[in-house]
């Protein structure tokens, strides 16, 4: 066995330290944020909250909870999530395919008009005049179809699929598969690493995504949480507003926004590690002989 040189060492060391570094100054504001949800309001604005929470309580744990609205629109985001990600997914992968073919007539102008789009929107008052002239207000459609394809993505999968061999597209046409066949039995399975981080990329944007559906829904029983929480951290703050300035809503005011970060990143924070495995596997999963 071949021992590491010294100079490898030192930067195995040197790495390592480097790593650990960085790992700390990411952990630490999150878990700042995790005690600050759980920490009484006299010790979060005497600045005494670092890791630990101090005047433990579960007032607004115990609020958001027990408010039936939260549950609704907790539903709302999961559905949102899903079917808007489920769009985005076939779509973008379509899209992609399509770009990655070379010899596709038209191609260029193809993807003129995705990146055009990147640079140039018809603006916020014609977007809103077209989802209610299509009577898509009021539906998850309005969340899912506006959004369905980010050309950052598009672009990312078209790269992909280009990366991946011809001869494998050639074999499975000699076999008699079709262009759908070929693109659910040949590539999509070699494909897992890409799909997962779009999954993930487009779960994560949707999730956290509350200007949408603030624009499109009528109704607060149509609401994601995310707007659900953003109307608790203005009804907190404002307290003299609302006509509830107890010590109850004194208390939700201190730490809201922590309980709300903790709140929308915790789904996210449970889903991730079964998306990562993806990143770090090999993205051919089979290779081509001869």
Same mark, same amino acid.
């Given at each position: 066995?071949?021992?590491?040189?010294?100079?490898?060492?030192?930067?195995?060391?040197?790495?390592?330290?480097?790593?650990?570094?960085?790992?700390?100054?990411?952990?630490?504001?999150?878990?700042?944020?995790?005690?600050?949800?759980?920490?009484?309001?006299?010790?979060?604005?005497?600045?005494?909250?670092?890791?630990?929470?101090?005047?433990?309580?579960?007032?607004?744990?115990?609020?958001?909870?027990?408010?039936?609205?939260?549950?609704?629109?907790?539903?709302?985001?999961?559905?949102?999530?899903?079917?808007?990600?489920?769009?985005?997914?076939?779509?973008?992968?379509?899209?992609?395919?399509?770009?990655?073919?070379?010899?596709?007539?038209?191609?260029?102008?193809?993807?003129?008009?995705?990146?055009?789009?990147?640079?140039?929107?018809?603006?916020?008052?014609?977007?809103?005049?077209?989802?209610?002239?299509?009577?898509?207000?009021?539906?998850?459609?309005?969340?899912?179809?506006?959004?369905?394809?980010?050309?950052?993505?598009?672009?990312?999968?078209?790269?992909?699929?280009?990366?991946?061999? %011809?001869?494998?597209?050639?074999? $499975?046409?000699? @076999?008699? &598969? /079709?262009?759908? =066949?070929?693109?659910?039995?040949? #590539?999509?399975?070699?494909?897992?690493?890409?799909?997962?981080?779009?999954?993930?990329?487009?779960?994560?944007?949707?999730?956290?995504?509350?200007?949408?559906?603030?624009?499109?829904?009528?109704?607060?029983?149509?609401?994601?949480?995310?707007?659900?929480?953003?109307?608790?951290?203005?009804?907190?703050? %404002?307290?003299?507003?609302?006509? $509830?300035?107890? @010590?109850? &809503? /004194?208390?939700? =005011?201190?730490?809201?926004?922590? #309980?709300?970060?903790?709140?929308?990143?915790?789904?996210?924070?449970?889903?991730?590690?079964?998306?990562?495995?993806?990143?770090?596997?090999?993205?051919?999963?089979?290779?081509?002989?001869?």
């Amino acid at each position: 066995m071949v021992r590491p040189s010294r100079s490898y060492r030192v930067f195995q060391g040197v790495n390592g330290l480097v790593l650990t570094l960085v790992v700390v100054v990411t952990l630490y504001p999150f878990l700042n944020i995790v005690a600050r949800s759980f920490s009484g309001e006299r010790q979060i604005r005497a600045g005494e909250v670092t890791l630990w929470p101090e005047g433990f309580n579960l007032t607004t744990y115990d609020i958001v909870f027990h408010d039936a609205m939260f549950w609704r629109n907790y539903g709302n985001t999961v559905l949102y999530t899903v079917v808007s990600t489920a769009v985005a997914m076939v779509l973008t992968t379509c899209y992609a395919y399509v770009l990655s073919k070379k010899d596709l007539k038209g191609r260029g102008a193809l993807v003129g008009v995705a990146v055009f789009t990147m640079f140039f929107t018809g603006g916020l008052i014609p977007n809103y005049v077209l989802i209610t002239q299509l009577g898509l207000k009021n539906s998850v459609w309005a969340i899912a179809l506006p959004n369905a394809i980010s050309v950052f993505n598009l672009l990312v999968m078209k790269a992909f699929f280009e990366s991946l061999p %011809g001869e494998l597209e050639e074999a $499975a046409q000699i @076999d008699g &598969l /079709s262009t759908y =066949g070929i693109l659910l039995r040949i #590539v999509l399975p070699l494909s897992k690493a890409v799909v997962a981080t779009m999954v993930l990329f487009y779960s994560v944007a949707f999730w956290n995504s509350w200007f949408s559906a603030f624009l499109y829904m009528d109704s607060s029983d149509l609401m994601p949480v995310t707007v659900y929480l953003r109307n608790m951290i203005q009804g907190a703050t %404002g307290g003299s507003t609302a006509g $509830a300035a107890t @010590d109850q &809503l /004194s208390q939700v =005011g201190a730490n809201i926004q922590a #309980v709300t970060i903790v709140l929308t990143a915790l789904p996210v924070l449970c889903v991730y590690p079964f998306v990562q495995r993806y990143f770090v596997s090999g993205v051919m999963l089979g290779a081509v002989k001869g």
